[in-house]
C-alpha cells in the first residue's frame, strides 16, 4: 500500500485518487482497509515490544534470543545446536510446540523448553 492509499484511508478521505475507487461507497473495501492497517500497526507494536518466552512467538517471527532459563545440560544442547544468547531464530511452526530455523537449520523444542527461553520480537 503506497503512503498516500494510506493517509488517504487513515484520514478517511472520501476519494482515493490513485485508483478512483469512492471506498465509503464499497463496504467491503473499507473493512479491507480498515483490517489491512490494524494488522500493520499491530506487527509495528508487536516487533517493539518487550522480551517473552519463545513459546508465544506466533509462526514467521523473527526473534533474538536473550536468555535461558533451562537445565544446565538442556542450556548446553541448545548452545551447542545454534541457540545461545544473542542468536536469531525464526518460528516456522507454531503449534504442539515450535519448529525453528537458526542459522538454516531447522530444530523442534517442545513447548516447555520453548518456554523456558526469552526472545526479543523483532520486525520481519
Do not use: W
Not at 34 to 57: E, G, Q, Y
Not at 85 to 97: F, M, N, P, R
Request: some cysteine; glycine content about 8%.
Amino acid at each position: 500500500m503506497t503512503p498516500a492509499l494510506r493517509a488517504a484511508c487513515i484520514l478517511g478521505a472520501r476519494r482515493v485518487y490513485s485508483f478512483g475507487i469512492d471506498i465509503h461507497s464499497h463496504p467491503d473495501l473499507r473493512e479491507m482497509f480498515a483490517r489491512l492497517l490494524s494488522r500493520r500497526n499491530r506487527d509495528v507494536i508487536d516487533a517493539r515490544c518487550a522480551a517473552c518466552p519463545l513459546a508465544t512467538c506466533a509462526r514467521g517471527s523473527r526473534a533474538a534470543v536473550l536468555r535461558m532459563d533451562c537445565d544446565g545440560c538442556e542450556a548446553d544442547r541448545l548452545r551447542t545446536l545454534g541457540i545461545f544468547e544473542g542468536a536469531y531464530v525464526t518460528v516456522l511452526h507454531s503449534q504442539d510446540g515450535l519448529l525453528l530455523e537458526v542459522k538454516g537449520a531447522r530444530l523442534a523444542l517442545g513447548a516447555a523448553l520453548a518456554a523456558g527461553i526469552t526472545v526479543l520480537p523483532l520486525a520481519s
